[in-house]
């Protein structure tokens, strides 16, 4: 076992170099100064003026904020705070040196900017600068609806769009709640220059929206998260209602049930991208679209309802989640409990050989043991990732639990190969067994009896983690009350019969199965990377989503699993090589 781990170790530490690297790879959210800057600009200008009390009340909030947001760690924070005693210190003296003042406020300013350029790196900045360029397009927009100029309209919009599009992962990034808002009303601006007749005040008013929550995001204003526990099934049953609405011809009900859908879609839509790139880009544009068609004088119902219902059904496969059958977790259980089976019935033929059956106590002691010593393992895990899931989010922890699991899969593969042949498992158990008797003490049958039950309970328990977010506690259940039943045959006809299980083909099937499982959980646990925003989403439109296997359109998941077969492929050959070169093994693989 140790050789094998040796020789798959660089691998395993290759997927998790992988997994990490991708984590680091979102941009982390600018922190925000531009009201420091606004308050020391108009500071400025009222020094210049003579107006001392507006400096003194400008700097007052500026200290308030700035304390609140400052890294202590940062020498440019220091000689920010250097540069703001200056200033406080002229306006304590109650003098109207306004010269003097004027340059400390200067001095203050070049401060905070090599501070914002120590906390935001260029790049950020850059990215920041494209967001305020949509506010002269949107005034661009805005001359165009004064003059009644309708033809230009769409050009308007779709200079903006472009902008936009090259701005909002920096706004998603650091606020879903400014990137929904701006969402909401870029597609309420789309609505009201596409319906017919153009409805220019609403175009006027939705731009006016579209303009505050850009500007909020500026400042720093808009709150980090939005309000409500939303997912796709709450789209999709405003979809729904939209689509009997229409039908019933309660046209002002749909139109109301598409807004809320367009509002909530910016919580949920990570789910879709990953799986339905097309799909994800027709939502965007065509429930505008279907709230266009209803908002015209000429309604259009028919058309906006096979437009809602074609979403609706697209939507609908995708809201059940990946998941696991019983099959799933009972494969699990049977693999460790089959391993742990086989130690076990081992130990107790070997005190039979010994003339020392009734000494089977002290192998079942330690078979108990162990069970009692994993319920506890289990209870424990479950308090503290029920503390973490406390204090992130679900789909995060969901994440790098599942890719915890893959590389201990990864390991017990390895260890699997390395005994699916019967010399291997044979020189396994030989050396359990001189173990035990080099300390001539029946404890110590007790003790592998137990380590060889808690290790596989341990396993276990880490692979029930991996899936638990994804099955449902009846399949859960009946796959383990499955598994029990099995083991329980297989273990009462070999500990009573003497029923010899064929070690090779039970060891390269496990084998193949753990692999299978494990490709499986590494795509889910990648996605629900994605999903928490915890690593970017590079969709490939040309590649299918595969439920089954747990196979996701994504560059990130492609990449990852790949290097996983990569892994298991190398794992194989190696095993292969070595065995080959052992003088009488090269039959047994």
């Known amino acids: 076992m140790q ?16 997994v990490l690297f991708q984590l680091a790879h979102p941009t982390v959210a ?9 308050l020391i600009g108009e500071s400025l200008m009222k020094a210049k003026a003579g107006d001392q009390a507006t400096v003194s009340k400008n700097m007052n909030q500026f200290a308030a904020e700035w304390n609140a947001i400052k890294d202590t760690d940062s020498k440019n924070a220091k000689t920010v705070d250097r540069q703001l005693e200056e200033v406080q210190g002229f306006l304590k003296k109650g003098q109207t040196d306004q010269e003097g003042l004027s340059k400390a406020l200067s001095s203050l300013s070049k401060a905070v900017v090599q501070y914002d350029k120590e906390m935001n790196p260029a790049d950020k900045a850059k990215t920041r600068e494209q967001v305020k360029q949509l506010l002269p397009l949107i005034q661009d927009f805005k001359a165009s609806i004064e003059n009644k100029n309708e033809v230009g309209l769409k050009a308007d919009y779709r200079a903006l769009l472009s902008q936009w599009t090259a701005a909002e992962k920096l706004v998603h990034d650091e606020s879903i709640t400014a990137y929904g808002n701006i969402e909401r009303s870029m597609a309420l601006v789309r609505i009201a220059i596409t319906q017919e007749p153009v409805d220019l005040n609403k175009a006027g008013q939705n731009l006016n929206d579209l303009q505050v929550e850009v500007e909020n995001f500026l400042a720093g204003k808009a709150p980090k998260k939005m309000e409500g526990n ?26 109301s049930d598409l807004n809320k859908a367009i509002t909530i879609w910016p919580m949920v839509e990570g789910d879709v991208q990953t799986r339905d790139s097309k799909l994800y880009s027709d939502i965007e544009t065509k429930i505008p679209l279907a709230i266009s068609l209803l908002s015209s004088e000429n309604i259009k119902a028919d058309k906006a309802k096979n437009i809602v219902s074609d979403l609706d059904k697209r939507l609908a496969p995708l809201l059940k989640k990946t998941d696991y059958s019983f099959w799933d977790a009972a494969l699990i259980l049977l693999r460790e409990g089959l391993e742990g089976l086989l130690i076990v019935a081992t130990l107790i033929a070997f005190l039979k050989k010994m003339g020392q059956a009734g000494k089977q106590k002290w192998i079942w002691a330690g078979v108990v043991a162990g069970i009692m010593a994993s319920a506890l393992l289990a209870m424990v895990i479950n308090m503290i990732f029920s503390k973490i899931t406390a204090a992130s989010s679900r789909e995060y922890i969901e994440g790098i639990t599942g890719v915890v699991a893959v590389v201990m899969m990864l390991t017990v593969g390895a260890w699997l190969h390395n005994k699916s042949s019967i010399g291997n498992w044979n020189k396994y158990i030989k050396d359990q067994m001189q173990q035990a008797i080099a300390k001539g003490s029946l404890l110590s049958f007790a003790l592998i009896s137990f380590l060889s039950v808690f290790r596989e309970g341990a396993e276990t328990i880490i692979f029930y983690a991996g899936i638990t977010p994804y099955i449902s506690l009846h399949e859960l259940a009946i796959g383990i009350v499955l598994a029990f039943v099995i083991l329980a045959i297989v273990g009462f006809a070999i500990i009573h019969y003497s029923v010899k299980i064929p070690i090779k083909l039970f060891f390269r099937t496990a084998t193949i199965l753990i692999y299978l499982l494990a490709f499986k959980i590494l795509g889910v646990s990648i996605h629900a990377l994605q999903i928490s925003n915890m690593l970017p989403t590079t969709t490939i439109p040309s590649m299918p989503f595969i439920d089954m296997i747990g196979f996701y359109p994504t560059l990130e998941t492609l990449v990852t699993q790949l290097l996983l077969l990569a892994v298991i492929a190398s794992i194989f050959l190696i095993a292969r090589k070595r065995n080959f070169s052992k003088p009488g093994m090269a039959n047994n693989i």
């Open 230 to 255: 939303y997912s796709l099934n709450d789209v999709a049953a405003l979809l729904k209602k939209a689509e009997d609405g229409i039908s019933n011809e309660k046209y002002k009900s749909a139109i």
């Open 30 to 38: 600018a922190e925000n100064h531009d009201e420091l800057f606004v």
């Open 3 to 18: 050789r094998m781990i040796k020789f798959t170790k660089p691998f395993l530490i290759l997927i998790s170099l992988a």
